[in-house]
Nanobody, 122 residues
Framework: QVQLVESGGGLVQAGGSLRLSCAASGRTFSRYTMRWFRQAPGKERERVAAISGSGSSTYYADFVKGRFTISRDNANNTGYLQMNSLKPADTAVYYC???????????????WGQGTQVTVSS
């Protein structure tokens, strides 16, 4: 069973940047597609980005294209989400997950981290 721990959230002004990290332990991280989801208070959880096990294929939600970049370092069992040009609408708890589907698949992963809070002030 893979275990995931997110970090890197915080408070940032609109237009600023943050880089989230997702540290994985357990089975071979490189086998899994890694995803980032987010959930804002009172709103449904939404997909943000995903990256295949090899890193060769990615998926981005339309609302983050051109602003966020997903990446991974399989040698160190870590995934990342670089978030630039942040907006107040990006405020949410961000979660990383893993599964065995392709990045574009609308997966419902079973393995989740505890989440990291991102707050963007206007």
């Amino acid at each position: 069973q893979v275990q995931l721990v997110e970090s890197g959230g915080g408070l940032v002004q609109a237009g600023g940047s943050l880089r989230l990290s997702c540290a994985a332990s357990g089975r071979t991280f490189s086998r899994y597609t890694m995803r980032w989801f987010r959930q804002a208070p009172g709103k449904e959880r939404e997909r943000v980005a995903a990256i295949s096990g090899s890193g060769s294929s990615t998926y981005y939600a339309d609302f983050v294209k051109g602003r966020f970049t997903i990446s991974r370092d399989n040698a160190n069992n870590t995934g990342y989400l670089q978030m630039n040009s942040l907006k107040p609408a990006d405020t949410a708890v961000y979660y990383c997950t893993v599964d065995l589907h392709t990045p574009g698949y609308d997966a419902a992963p079973r393995v989740w981290g505890q989440g990291t809070q991102v707050t963007v002030s206007s």
